[in-house]
């Protein structure tokens, strides 16, 4: 089952698109009041005078996450110099997902509500997350779409030329990878992980091992290395190496579902059921994509003798399949 899994890892890789928004950078940002999940409302308006980054996210998508995490990160050093992060999800999404999204991971920037996706057509939003850095006047100075490797590189240095910090020619210094040494060790990671993954297609799982290690080595904060890394092994039975590596994806980002479904498959490797299922359980809530955490607590549940839940657990996660609802949801396609 796992090595169906991570071959259909493969289909479902990360293409990143070119563009953001239908809006070109000069233009003014369309106004929008929309209604903040903790009550009252905001609007663009109210942010003249500061530069504000508005993040179109889903409470679905890894990449969605590790995006608000650098955009929240840079507004600590930021925000006292005029900066502001707004974080806009539609009404559709799990707003109660999404407000815990936000404060189990410390962001203190506010969360909008777009009702009938009014901002995302005003904006044209073609991929999600999409950060678009509005100026103190209250135009388009830049986006970024999805959350490429060097986002951070990026936002930090749009903030500082928009900031007035830095020049023209000093932003091309920041944001060329082929001048940022860190970029060169994002896209070295990113050449290993993407060979880790042809290898993964083609059975040779040891090499795969080998390049996913390589990937990690250039860049240890490449949380779909680790959890490729935790699969691999577990794949392999190396449940140690398994255990090691889920865990770490999970202090780099504690809400994955993916890493917590493989932490659970590698628990029941060890012979931890009982807490295994407490991992597993949650998650099948929390994860939009629980097709592979539903088929690990059946495992979990026809080890402990308990056929009839086995049997229920089965029975959903051939459901998602049949559904096309593929993990791991961090690497997943945009949609």
């Known amino acids: 089952m796992i090595q169906i899994i991570l071959s259909l890892i493969i289909s479902l890789l990360f293409v990143p698109a ?10 003014e940002a369309p106004s929008f009041n929309l209604k903040s999940t903790e009550g009252g409302s905001l609007s663009l308006n109210q942010q003249k005078g500061t530069v504000t980054v508005i993040i179109f996210w889903r409470t679905d998508q890894e990449r969605s996450i590790l995006a608000l995490k650098d955009a929240n990160d840079i507004l600590k050093n930021y925000k006292g110099k005029g900066m502001q992060v707004l974080g806009i999800i539609e009404d559709s999404d799990d707003i109660k997902l999404a407000k815990k999204i936000i404060a189990e991971n410390g962001m203190t920037f506010p969360l909008l509500i777009d009702r009938d996706r009014k ?14 850095i509005v100026d103190r006047e209250g135009a388009i100075a830049y986006d970024i779409p999805s959350h490429p490797l060097t986002y951070k590189t990026k936002l930090r240095g749009y903030i500082k030329k928009v900031l007035g910090e830095i020049n023209e020619s000093e932003l091309k210094d920041v944001v060329s990878p082929h001048t940022a040494g860190t970029d060169q060790g994002s896209l070295e990671a990113q050449r290993q992980y993407n060979l880790a993954l042809k290898f993964t297609e083609s059975g040779l799982l040891d090499m795969a091992v080998n390049s996913v290690t390589k990937s990690i080595e250039a860049r240890p904060d490449m949380l779909k290395a680790h959890i490729l890394h935790g699969f691999l092994h577990l794949e392999l039975k190396d449940t140690d190496q398994a255990l090691n590596a889920f865990k770490r994806a999970l202090e780099l980002s504690p809400g994955s579902n993916d890493a917590k479904t493989g932490l659970g498959g590698a628990l029941i490797l060890k012979g931890d059921l009982d807490r295994a299922i407490e991992v597993l359980e949650p998650a099948t809530v929390a994860n939009p994509y629980p097709q592979m955490t539903y088929y690990e607590l059946g495992k979990a549940y026809e080890k402990k003798g308990e056929k009839d839940k086995s049997i229920e657990m089965y029975k959903k996660a051939i459901e998602k399949i049949i559904k096309k609802q593929i993990l791991p949801s961090s690497i997943s396609r945009c949609k």
């Open 119 to 132: 901002v995302y057509s005003d904006y044209g939003i073609r991929v999600f997350p999409t950060s678009v």
């Open 18 to 27: 070119s563009f953001g928004i239908s809006i070109s950078a000069g233009e």
